[in-house]
């Protein structure tokens, strides 16, 4: 499995999350050529909560959030809008640790349902989100924005999810 998950709320495997993350964290890695068996993430499924405490400890923001995640290795691009080189596995045969994730029930459930998604789109897009986030994509500065938000598009689109930035 590409995905570890630690479930700290149940109501994350009503929904199948195991099946959902694998899916989006695979396509993901294909998207970009990377081998899927190359690569390990771990994820928390918790709620807002336990993400908010997360949110405060290493962002110092005290509320609760959809996603957050931990690369493993700083692998950001210096130029705004460029793409980051991809990670390379150390031990050959062994998945090398991509960082971390955890991703919340309840905000996410809220999101869904007030923007009419189901909630697997929903958290089908906030983990391709947050594998993009590992592999250094992020979404501060415009170019990387429209470069991140256009993988998503595309990555969501092959997994048959709608575009989640065109309403």
Known sequence: ML?????????????????????????TLSHLG???????????????????????????KASATNVLSWPSEERAPEVPGAVPAPPVPMIPGEPEELGDI?????TCAREARDAGRPMADHVTHLIVHGVLHLLGYDHLRD?????MEGLEAEILGKLGVPDPYRD
Do not use: H, K, M
């Not at 009503?14 to 964290?25: Q, T, V």
């Not at 690569?39 to 405060?56: E, H, K």
């Not at 955890?102 to 309840?106: L, M, S």
């Not at 170019?143 to 470069?147: E, W």
């Open 143 to 147: 170019p990387d924005a429209t470069l």
């Open 34 to 60: 990377l081998g899927v068996g190359d690569y390990q993430i771990g994820l928390l499924a918790c709620d807002d909560t336990r993400i908010a405490t997360l949110n405060a400890e290493f962002r110092g």
């Open 102 to 106: 955890a991703i919340a029930w309840d």
């Open 3 to 27: 995905t570890e998950i630690v479930y700290e709320e149940s109501r994350w495997q009503e929904i199948g999350l195991e099946r959902i993350a694998e899916s989006a964290a695979r396509a």
